[in-house]
């Protein structure tokens, strides 16, 4: 690999998150700090982990410290996410509402064309049940790594290698990877749970919305609209079909 491409190669990567959601032993800390230096990852953000800092996290890393000292530690994954214009979640189960879902190769590929315009966000949620719901609920692609369905148990630290791995090879190869249009980028998650609080608050206020059974609806919606992934244009848009609305409903109110 000519010295333009590795460093165009060392870049993208270096826009990619593992995100450790909730860790609770300090060990698998370690262990996905030496996975990600191994390929070529860099950006390592913790949320809320069990126990850090922790010698044995230190111990497992086995040369990857680095990677542990530069580690971003958050009270939040809205915290973590900040920035990101793409977050793609691991989960091995199914759930009742299900989100769009790319294999590990095609979410790799994904995340490295979207590299050049923006942070992308890879969760990784808890030892022993993973991402939550609501954690899902932040995601747009749900990516899953299939494996034996009579002992599925897939350690944090070996799914991060799988997924850096195929990162990697799509990196090296990321001339043939077809590009976004260049007048489109995806705002972040904070604006997008801007949006979706404003929506929540709307659907109340003209009524549509039982305020005792929001949650499917609302979850609903959020899969739209992350699967259309708007840009701020568009974002400013919504947000002000959104505010007319409810001027429209306080005014019908008050005559």
């Known amino acids: ?3 333009a491409e590795a460093a165009e190669v060392a870049q993208r990567l270096a826009r990619i998150r593992v995100v450790l959601i909730n860790t609770t032993h300090p060990g698998n800390i370690g262990a996905t700090a030496r996975a990600m230096k191994v390929m070529g990852l860099s950006s390592l953000h913790l949320v ?7 010698a044995e996290a230190t111990a497992r890393a086995s040369g990857a410290d680095d990677l542990l000292q530069r580690a971003q530690l958050h009270e939040s994954l809205e915290s973590a996410l900040a920035g990101c214009g793409l977050v793609l979640g691991t989960s091995a189960r199914l759930r ?5 879902l790319l294999d590990a190769r095609r979410a790799a590929g994904q995340a490295l064309v979207e590299s050049a315009q923006h942070e992308v966000a890879l969760l990784f949620g808890r030892e022993r049940y993973g991402l939550t719901n609501e954690e899902m609920q932040r995601c747009h692609f749900l990516v899953n790594i299939p494996s ?18 195929e990162l990697r090879i799509a990196a090296q190869g990321f001339a043939d990877i077809e590009l976004a249009p260049p007048d489109w980028q995806p705002v972040d998650d904070v604006q997008m749970e801007r949006l979706f609080e ?6 109340l206020d003209i009524r549509f919305l039982n ?35 409810q001027d429209a409903a306080r005014h019908s109110e008050e005559t």
């Open 1 to 3: 690999m000519a010295a």
């Open 48 to 54: 809320t982990p069990k126990i850090y800092p922790h």
């Open 96 to 100: 009742t509402l299900p989100l769009p």
């Open 148 to 165: 034996n369905p009579e002992y599925s148990s897939l350690n944090i630290a070996q799914a991060v290698q799988i997924m850096a791995y």
């Open 198 to 203: 404003h929506l929540e608050q709307t659907l």
């Open 211 to 245: 305020p005792r059974q929001p949650k499917r609806l609302l979850a609903r919606l959020r899969r739209l609209f992350n699967r259309a992934r708007p840009d701020q244009n568009e974002i400013n848009i919504l947000r002000g079909i959104l505010k007319a609305t």
